[in-house]
Nanobody, 116 residues
Framework: QVQLVESGGGLVQAGESLRLSCTTS????????MGWYRQSPGKSREMVAL???????IYADSVEDRFTISRDSAWSIVYLQMNSLKPEDTAVYYC??????????WGQGTQVTVSS
């Protein structure tokens, strides 16, 4: 199994930055991709950013110019650097890990609130 713990969320003003962290433990050798997702009230959970085991990344159009996902080589930690935050970025942000044999795992989520 893989355990994921997010941290770094909080309340910020529009235009400020936050860095979210996802710390992993357990059977991390089977991870081939990790990502960040977010969900706000009344909306479906959406993909924000993904990173693969070969370093390729995918971003949602709404964040591509502002957010950056990164990781260490052992999948021990994954970051989401969020710059120029907007009120519409307000959501619960979840860390996700995809594995070859064990399926998907999710963290508990961390709240990001961006005020005008």
């Amino acid at each position: 199994q893989v355990q994921l713990v997010e941290s770094g969320g909080g309340l910020v003003q529009a235009g400020e930055s936050l860095r979210l962290s996802c710390t992993t433990s357990g059977q991390t050798s089977g991870i081939y991709a990790m990502g960040w997702y977010r969900q706000s009230p009344g909306k479906s959970r959406e993909m924000v950013a993904l990173i693969s085991n070969v370093g390729s990344t995918i971003y949602a159009d709404s964040v591509e110019d502002r957010f950056t996902i990164s990781r260490d080589s052992a999948w021990s930690i994954v970051y989401l650097q969020m710059n120029s935050l907007k009120p519409e970025d307000t959501a619960v942000y979840y860390c996700n890990a995809e594995t070859q044999r064990m399926g998907r795992f999710w963290g508990q989520g961390t709240q990001v609130t961006v005020s005008s």
